[in-house]
């Protein structure tokens, strides 16, 4: 039997790119998760402060993967029915939630730390929206 993903090979580059976004989504949850539970660099000390000061490089680097990611995809997601949109939601969500990380460090607000654990939740549905979508495309 001919799969979809044999006729198809744009549809094949942008599951495997769509597979990598949750994975980073995944990774970028548990090492946010472990600077909310350790704290903040100036909130804790001594083996503390460096464990958070690694993890939210960790983070960064993550959200930094993210927000190439997200581009990229956009280009294979091209002219495949139902993906493009889907794609374009997953960067201006990654992008946002990236705006939430850098104004949670610079005024450590509570609410903006709350929009990027939303703006996660968000980003894992809309990814895994468009791969179910690449299931259906023809
Ligand atoms: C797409 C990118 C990002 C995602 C999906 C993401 C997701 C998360 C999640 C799920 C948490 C744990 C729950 C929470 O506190 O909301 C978190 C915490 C955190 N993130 Fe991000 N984040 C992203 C980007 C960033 C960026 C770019 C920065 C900094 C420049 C950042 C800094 C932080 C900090 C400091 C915390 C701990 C907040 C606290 O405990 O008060 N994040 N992130």
Same mark, same amino acid.
């Given at each position: ?10 549809? #094949? #580059? !942008?599951?495997?790119? =769509? +597979? ?20 903040? $660099?100036?909130? !804790? #000390?001594?083996? =503390? ?6 993890? %939210?490089?960790?983070?960064?680097? %993550? ?9 990229? %995809? ?6 495949? =029915?139902?993906?493009? $949109? ?5 960067? !201006?969500? %990654?992008?946002?939630? +990236?705006?939430?990380? +850098? ?10 730390? *709350? ?5 996660? +939740?968000?980003?894992?549905?809309? *990814?895994?929206?468009?791969?179910? =979508?690449?299931?259906?495309? $023809?």
């Amino acid at each position: 039997m001919t799969s979809n993903v044999q006729t198809r090979p744009g549809v #094949e #580059e !942008v599951r495997r790119q =769509a +597979i990598g976004m949750e994975a980073m989504l995944a990774a970028a949850f548990l090492a946010g998760m472990g600077i909310t539970l350790i704290g903040l $660099p100036d909130e !804790v #000390e001594g083996a =503390a402060r460096t464990s958070s000061q690694v993890l %939210i490089g960790l983070h960064v680097l %993550i959200a930094l993967g993210l927000a190439v990611a997200s581009l990229r %995809i956009l280009g294979p997601a091209r002219g495949l =029915a139902g993906a493009r $949109p889907l794609t374009v939601a997953g960067a !201006v969500t %990654i992008w946002l939630t +990236i705006v939430a990380g +850098i104004v949670t460090m610079a005024t450590d607000n509570s609410w903006l730390s *709350y929009l990027m654990a939303v703006g996660f +939740i968000a980003a894992v549905l809309v *990814y895994g929206r468009l791969l179910l =979508a690449l299931n259906r495309t $023809p």
